[in-house]
Structures are given as C-alpha cells and as structure tokens.
C-alpha cells in the first residue's frame, strides 16, 4: 500500500482539548478562582521550562567553531557517485585540506536518483535489484592532503537541508519483524517549505532532523566494501544524533583517508527498525573535514554540545552493546585519570546506551547484510572543564 501525505489543520482539535481539560478540572471541584491560579501556576512553570529548554537548545546549537578553510563544491553526478560501495580503486574526485568545507549541492536519493515522487512499489522494485552491493548513492572519494592511517579526520556536520519529498519502504522479510507483515509497504512525505516537519497523516506531523547515513574513510583493503557495513572507518552508522552542529571522529585507513558520504535521511528513529528511514536526499550538505594527526582510535566516536557518542558494532545486540561499552571504558580512561572500573561505575549510573539499528533480515536482494549497532552517551556536564578539555584534546592533540 502507498501512503501519501494528507494536511489538516488541528486549531480546532487543539481548543477542544483545552475546553476538555478545563472541563474536566471543574468537574473535580477545583473553583473558578482556584482554576485560575492553577493555570496561572502552569503558565508559570510552563514559561520557566520554555526558558530553560530554550537556554539547551542554545547550548545545543552546535560545538566550538573551528578553523575554516576553503569552500568547495562537489556536485553528484556520474562521475563523482558510486552506488552500494566504497570502491578503493575509484578516482578521487576532490582533494582537500585540513579544514576545508565541501558543498555538497545536490546529493542522490538511493539506487543512482532513480526512484521518483508518487511511482509505486512495483515499479520502484526493478530499480532496487539493480544495486546488488547497497541501496545508497556515495559520493566520493574526497582524498585530505597528509591524511594516512594512524590519524583522524574530524567530520563537521554544518548543514543539512534536505529536498522537498521523501519515502518510507519496507518490504516483506526486512527490518525487526520481517515475518509480521506481508505486504510491501510505501509511504510518501512533503516537508514543508522550511523543512521542519512532515506530515505523516492526519494528526501525525513529524519533525525532520537530517542526517547523513553513511559517513566513511576508505576502509582498509583492496577490494569494494560494501556502504550497509558498520566497522572503524563508519560506514552506515545509522547516528540520529548527528545532526548540524556535531562531529563524528573516524580512523584514516588508507592514504588520503578517501572519504565517502550518502543516504540522506530527513528523520530517522532509533533503532530503525522497519530498516528505512526517511529516505530523501540533501539539496545543501556541506561538511567540514579536519585531519588530527597521530591519534590513537579504534572506531567511531561522534561529540554532540552535550554529549560523547561512542559506537559498538556486532552480529547481534548484547555483543554490539558490550563493545560499545568497552570501547567507551578504554578510551576515556586512556584520556582522563578515571580508572577503567571508574568509567564502568560512570556508564552504569549516567550513561545511554541506546540501539542504533536492529535488524533480522529473512529476505534481501542486497549481497551484504548489515550488522546490529548500539551506542554509548555519556554526558558532558558531569565532567568539569580540565577534564572536558582533556577528553577533546584525546581526539583533537593541541
């Protein structure tokens, strides 16, 4: 079935909600006075929580700026996409130094911009077969001056504006319940014109918040990788948290790091666990890259403002988990003067640990399967500022 979006407008749906509380609180003997302060309380509160959630988005907004570079432009086209893998023997189309932003300005829906707004699933099955290596559209490889393996290439996310339409698709056999559901499943989204929101249905409105699925160095090796694997070099992290104003840290594996991005999602939840996303494509990305010589990484790791993201990949779960939480305890104690069992005591009383994909394919037409993903959050202000600054200088050397 194909889901198109529908508008409506919940003014109306809202007042009578209101009305019914308003109701309903007389109802409990509350007097008009009393309702009166009640509401006034509320107002009060509700300003206060404004204010404060309003202070952490500012905090949020994004991290310390860094030295900017040159800008350059990197458009998608044949030459420069390669669909389903990071193939080490491609032509590198940009070459870029430390610090350097690359706009991207029209990056690829999946399988090579092929599908289109409104065709149904029949007609978009053909299509998909055709990428035996991976569904996602990779532009790339950008090659860092000096970059070579020992180092890090800190990926800066400074914007991300998404075209105007995305979809939704699951077909039989995919995603955590591959044997729940029979039928193929399609679903279609507008974003408006700010790229705010979308609506899903009547009374379903979903706040975008764009990633970028797949953010790679070149992995180690000779031969094509394919872009749904997980491992050192990032790959499909699948990461809802990066979005603009956050960085993702990624080992260089080979000579110039040769860096690779695709699959463009507008929202994206945890887990992901009918294995899509909203799978759209960016009409503005553009992504800061700057080299940290000689840092000692072994994977992934994202900083959001407020928090440490360190990523563990396996074949399932509970392996995906303890690797992410031994990843986490190796190297902030290495950073910081915390013991191992110090930062162990740490993840279990603040951390996150939080499921990035899940899935149990019965059914695929992709050669490579995708492993199972968690990762660790531990927040920034439980650190005070010496060892804040220690932990960054662990990925960024002064």
């Known amino acids: 079935m194909i889901h198109q979006p529908n508008e409506r407008n919940s003014s109306d749906i809202r007042a009578q909600n209101m009305e019914s509380v308003a ?9 008009r006075r009393g309702l009166a302060a009640l509401l006034g309380t509320s107002a009060v509160l509700t300003s206060a929580l404004a204010s404060r959630a309003s202070a952490a988005q500012s905090q949020s907004d994004s991290l310390s700026p860094l030295p900017v570079g040159k800008t350059h432009t990197l458009p998608s086209n044949a030459q420069t996409v390669r669909v389903g893998a990071m193939d080490p023997t491609a032509p590198v189309v940009l070459e870029i130094d430390s610090g350097d932003v690359v706009y991207y300005p029209n ?11 409104g065709m149904s699933f029949a007609e978009r099955n053909p299509i998909r077969k055709r990428y035996p290596q991976g569904p996602f559209s990779l532009i790339g490889p950008v090659a860092m001056r000096g970059a070579e393996p020992g180092d890090v290439i800190e990926c800066r996310m400074i914007r991300m504006r998404p075209i105007d339409w995305g979809w939704n698709s699951a077909p039989p056999g995919v995603g955590a319940l591959p044997a729940d ?87 994206v939840g945890d887990g992901v666990v009918d294995n899509v996303a909203i799978e759209s494509a960016m009409e503005d990305l553009r992504i800061q890259y700057v080299l940290h010589k000689k840092v000692t990484l072994d994977g992934p790791i994202a900083e959001t403002p407020t928090h440490w993201i360190v990523l563990g990949v396996a074949q399932n779960l509970e392996d995906a988990l303890t ?7 190796a190297w902030l104690s290495t950073a910081t003067s915390l013991s191992q069992q110090d930062v162990y005591a740490l993840c279990s009383v603040v951390g996150s640990f939080r499921v990035s994909q899940y899935s149990h394919q019965t059914s695929t037409v992709y050669s490579s399967k995708q492993p199972q993903a968690m990762y660790a959050m531990l927040p920034k202000d439980i650190f005070d500022p010496a060892m804040q600054q220690a932990i960054s200088e662990s990925l960024r050397p002064a």
């Open 107 to 117: 990056t690829w829906t999946n399988w090579g911009n092929e599908p289109k707004y």
């Open 23 to 31: 109701e309903n609180t007389g109802a409990r003997g509350v007097s």
């Open 181 to 267: 559901f029979h039928t193929p499943y399609l679903h279609y989204f507008r974003f408006d014109a700010d790229r705010k929101y979308a609506q899903f249905s009547n009374g379903v409105r979903i706040p975008l918040s764009p990633v970028q699925g797949v953010v790679a160095t070149q992995p180690a090796g000779d031969q094509p990788v394919s872009s749904l694997q997980v491992g050192s070099y990032g790959g499909m992290i699948a990461l809802r948290e990066l979005t603009v104003g956050t960085s993702l840290f990624l080992p260089v594996e080979q000579q110039g790091a040769r860096l690779w991005t695709g699959g463009s999602w507008a929202a």
């Open 323 to 329: 690797a992410s939480l031994r990843r986490t305890i």
